[in-house]
């Protein structure tokens, strides 16, 4: 006995949930709150009510790099370096950890 999915009728609403599209102003201001107003991304994505991933991925494409400082940086503009690089260090060393702790898990797996 073969089974047959359902046909939805052309004048029924399909049942399959829609992409949203959003325009390059509202990703660049949802960014904003995050580089500029120090929002965290959660705290960002709810406001303007997208998802964390969303957010994240048009932060990592829409937000200008950090600027290095150079010779004459003041003091707090060293600190602010700092905080930023040890939070990309802590990050990196985590991934880092992640990836040991699959590269033991599929070694088993493949064993």
């Known amino acids: ?27 660049r201001d949802a960014v904003r709150l995050v580089t500029h107003e120090g929002y965290t991304f959660r705290a960002a994505a709810t406001a303007v009510g997208v998802s964390d991933r969303s957010l994240r991925y048009w932060h990592s494409k829409l937000s200008s790099p950090p600027v290095l400082c150079g010779p004459k940086a003041s003091v707090e503009q ?27 898990y599929f070694a088993k797996e493949s064993s």
């Open 1 to 27: 006995m073969s089974q047959t999915s359902p046909s939805i009728p052309p004048d029924e609403p399909s049942l399959k949930p829609c992409r949203k599209r959003f325009a390059e102003s509202f990703k």
């Open 78 to 104: 060293l600190q602010e370096e700092n905080r930023r690089l040890r939070q990309q260090l802590k990050r990196a060393e985590l991934e880092r950890e992640i990836l040991k702790k699959a590269t033991v």
